[in-house]
């Protein structure tokens, strides 16, 4: 039975992978994770991935360059046939994170997944993150505006809310990012499936609902209904 999460180390994103090659890496840590070695066609990684042969082929190069999977070639011993390679995960240590299954369906672009993980990576234990964008793009190598884009398509498909965060002081500071697991994304789509029409421009109704759940949680946490942990960082 697999596993409803899976488990991406945060080492994962320094080694500035593209969004092929870190699409194929996430699917495998999702099928394989637990295990030393495996044996997969490269025709299943591309069903699996939603890509091309070819894509999966230049991502496994990328990611044996890397050094994140070890290949080893197969022969028929008698016909002397190739045979599916077989691969090794690399083992990274430090901290992880974890996504929903769910997720790999939902994100169809692999920038979508990209940046998805990127702010996952940063958030906390009550799926809220304070990434700037320029830490954003530090992260994925992607540009600005690339990263603003998918950001919107997220939000979208109901996967995190975006709002500014505004100081004591009425200053701007780097966006709030929350990211709703799938139980919270089921109920936020049913609302707007049963009561406003779902389309392509209903935007404006996705903020609007976000808005609300977060305003309330925001009311119970000043009522102390909700106590969220906090980190105090020393930088002495």
């Not at 965060?165 to 780097?174: K, P, R």
């Not at 990211?179 to 779902?198: A, D, G, P, Q």
């Not at 609902?209 to 977060?214: A, C, E, G, N, R």
């Amino acid at each position: 039975m697999k596993r409803r999460y899976v488990k991406i180390p945060n080492d994962i994103m320094t080694y500035k992978l593209k969004p092929v090659a870190f699409r194929v890496i996430v699917t495998l840590y999702s099928e394989f994770f637990m295990t030393n070695e495996f044996v997969i066609k490269h025709d299943t990684i591309a069903q699996k991935c939603g890509i091309s042969v070819s894509s999966v082929k230049r991502a496994i190069n990328e990611l044996v360059k890397a050094e994140l999977i070890e290949k080893q070639s197969r022969y028929d011993f008698f016909s002397r046939k190739r045979l599916c390679s077989k691969y090794k995960l690399k083992r990274l240590s430090g901290n992880y994170f974890t996504i929903d299954r769910g997720v790999l369906d939902l994100t169809e672009d692999n920038y979508q997944l990209m940046v998805y993980c990127a702010i996952k990576s940063c958030a906390n234990k009550n799926g809220r993150a304070f990434p700037s964008i320029k830490r954003l793009m530090n992260i994925t190598g992607l540009s600005a505006p690339t990263i603003i884009k998918h950001t919107n398509t997220l939000m979208k498909c109901g996967l995190l809310y975006k709002c500014n965060y505004i100081s004591q002081a009425c200053d701007y500071g780097n966006n709030n990012y929350t990211v709703w697991n799938m139980n919270v994304r089921v109920i936020i789509m049913w609302i707007l499936s049963r009561f406003v029409n779902v389309r392509n421009d209903s935007f404006m109704y996705i903020s609007f609902v976000f808005d609300i759940i977060v305003s309330f949680e925001d009311f119970l946490i000043s009522r102390n209904s909700i106590v969220y942990p906090v980190q105090i960082w020393d930088d002495s």
